[in-house]
């Protein structure tokens, strides 16, 4: 519980933090504008931001699972044509002869 209270609380200033740095740069950049209006316009568009990464996040995990759960050897490997090198040597029976090919490079 101590650790939760911690990490929420490291966040809170972070969140405040970079809240006063938005705020400090937005008055800079446009003196005219209002605080509220900066607000607004910063809280859209980290609410834009997170939900994009929330939506990437869900997607990619329900990739993974689905995957998984046809088979796939390991999720990372996916994007590779071939599989992990000594996967093949793994999976063979312990008595099972192995075929030693070996080709001319020409």
């Not at 950049?29 to 607000?39: E, F, I, S, T």
């Not at 316009?41 to 329900?62: D, E, N, P, Q």
Request: proline letters at 5%.
């Amino acid at each position: 519980m101590l650790r939760l209270q911690s990490t929420l609380s490291k966040s809170l200033i972070c969140l405040i933090a970079s809240g006063g740095i938005i705020l400090m740069f937005a008055q800079s950049a446009a003196p005219d504008v209002p605080v509220w209006k900066v607000l607004l316009y910063a809280s859209g568009m980290i609410s834009v931001l997170a939900i994009c990464l929330l939506s990437v996040i869900f997607v990619r995990a329900s990739f993974n699972q689905w995957s998984l759960r046809h088979h796939a050897i390991d999720t990372g490997w996916l994007w590779f044509n071939a599989n992990p090198p000594g996967l093949d040597a793994l999976r063979k029976p312990a008595g099972a002869v192995t075929e030693n090919k070996t080709e001319k490079i020409q």
